[in-house]
């Protein structure tokens, strides 16, 4: 697939309010079709184009770094706040609370299990926005080299290697915790795993307008991004592993929820 098209099914499978968010490529793409022309560059001369093309690449940098630390932001309040929350129920409900019940526990648990799955979808499709957005980056480098015989990809993908949109570690961090989290707080029995993972699925697709399948398709987007092959270079994310590749693929294959 092309990775205009891969883009655009991306910002599809996004969050609404996200999709503004992405890499301008068409603009972009387009932009470098005018600065390689014969015409532009007797109209502009190479310098001039060369500024206006990292003009707009800084500009959508900027973009990226605005939007990205924004929402990790607001990813750690979110995290502390799940954390009190489960804090809050075990002291009151729980068996040993100021006021035992079992059915409240079970309750107020269940709707912060499904929070915190769908928190944990949200970070995925941020470290996915950050890998599409690189990507987009440096093929958009790549082409600009080719067509005007420019060398502005080591450099700038050297600067881009420092910009916090890139820098996913965090984020990465907290979805490893809530991971964690749902292993501790809510252990599933063997032969209740099937049916309580089909009951979250349901109910976070309803409640979360389909972030579970929009982490899904970000997941499988990642791995085929950062897969090595024989096309793998110096610019390319690393590998992606995905011990749990099998049960997503499943996921594609088998639910009812189309990702496409």
């Known amino acids: 697939m092309k990775f205009g098209k891969r883009l655009k099914q991306q910002i599809e499978e996004s969050l609404p309010a996200w999709r503004d968010k992405f890499l301008s490529y068409k603009e972009l793409k387009k932009l470098v079709r005018q600065i390689s022309s014969a015409e532009s560059c007797v109209e502009y001369g190479k310098a001039d184009a060369e500024a206006e093309f990292v003009h707009l690449l800084n500009n959508e940098i900027d973009k990226f770094n605005v939007f990205f630390m924004e929402e990790e932001e607001d990813f750690i309040i979110r995290h502390k706040e799940l954390q009190q929350r489960i804090k809050r129920v075990i002291e009151t409900w729980g068996p040993n609370g100021t006021k035992p019940s079992e059915a409240e526990y079970k309750d107020e648990m269940a709707k912060i299990r499904k929070d ?135 996921f594609q294959l088998n639910s009812p929820i189309p990702i496409v």
């Open 116 to 250: 915190i799955v769908n928190f944990h979808g949200e970070m995925v499709l941020l470290v996915n926005y950050s890998n599409i957005n690189y990507t987009g980056l440096a093929k958009i480098l790549k082409k600009y080299d080719k067509r005007t015989g420019g060398l502005l990809r080591l450099p700038f993908i050297q600067k881009v290697l420092q910009q916090p949109f890139f820098i996913t570690d965090l984020v990465s961090k907290l979805v490893k915790e809530c991971e964690n989290i749902i292993d501790e707080v809510f252990p599933v029995e063997q032969e209740d795993e099937e049916e309580i993972v089909k009951e979250q699925r349901e109910a976070i697709t309803v409640a979360g307008k389909g972030i579970f399948r929009n982490t899904v398709a970000a997941l499988l987007s990642m791995q085929e991004i950062r897969r090595g092959s024989s096309t793998y270079g110096h610019f390319s994310l690393p590998p992606m592993d995905l011990p749990d590749s099998d049960l997503i693929h499943s």
